[in-house]
């Protein structure tokens, strides 16, 4: 475990390109193909975040972001940028194909869930700890937020990331063939892993995730 790592809630203002290189780093072929070139679709993902939806590690300097885990409650989440941005960074054309293999990328939650909006780690960070660090402090937020579960999914490429959510409690319940994505985003096969979250001592799962937020 790497103690020189910070975690913190919330993208850090002025961070907001450190975090989609981060993303872009991890997901841009999955992205790519909704996102190209690399150069607009990191800055298309670091004008449309949302600053509350994430949990960072920073660097000891506090000012270097070596993590980041992302995460979907009360209809938001760490990406964002809706249709009418989509259409003007890439025009009316361009944009609707774009807009298509988004919404292959959806993901809602179900009620009392919280979804998982991707995890990344500088790969100068890898084997420290970081994803762990990242990992734990999710299912803080999940707690806080009275949900019963995280829910997340990792394609078939990425054995190593799956390996590290089994680590931290999460099962698979249902994968499912993906073959008409592999030319297009690098992946033929989704599985979808789920983690209880315990209830906490005196609460209960209830009210909605918009309620519980106001």
């Known amino acids: 475990m790497d103690t020189a790592v910070v975690v913190r809630r919330g993208v850090p203002h002025g961070a907001e390109e450190q ?3 981060l993303y872009w ?15 607009r679709g990191r800055a298309f993902i670091a004008r449309h975040l949302h600053h509350d939806r994430a949990v960072v590690a920073l660097a000891a300097d506090g000012k270097r972001v ?29 944009g609707l194909p774009r807009l298509a293999a ?4 959806e993901r809602s939650p179900e009620t009392g869930e919280l979804v ?3 995890i990344a780690v500088d790969p100068a960070g890898r084997g420290r700890g970081v994803g762990s660090l990242l990992l734990t402090e999710i299912a803080a937020v999940a707690a806080e937020h009275a949900c019963s579960r995280i829910r997340l999914d990792v394609i078939d490429v990425n054995p190593r990331a799956r390996a590290l959510y089994e680590r931290h409690g999460f099962d698979a319940v249902r994968t499912e063939q993906t073959p008409y994505l592999r030319g297009l985003m690098g992946f033929g096969a989704v599985t979808t892993m789920h983690r209880a ?3 906490r001592p005196g609460e209960g799962n209830t009210g909605s995730l918009e309620e519980q937020e106001r």
Do not use: H, Q
Not at 102 to 105: C, G, V
């Open 19 to 21: 975090i989609a290189a």
């Open 197 to 199: 979250v315990p209830a």
């Open 116 to 118: 998982m909006d991707g």
């Open 66 to 94: 070596v993590g980041v885990a992302g995460y979907r409650l009360g209809g938001r989440g760490l990406t964002g940028g809706g249709v009418r941005d989509v259409l003007s960074a890439y025009g009316f054309l361009r």
């Open 102 to 105: 988004l919404s292959l990328l």
């Open 25 to 39: 780093e991890a997901f841009g072929r999955k992205l790519g193909a909704a996102l190209n070139p690399p150069g």
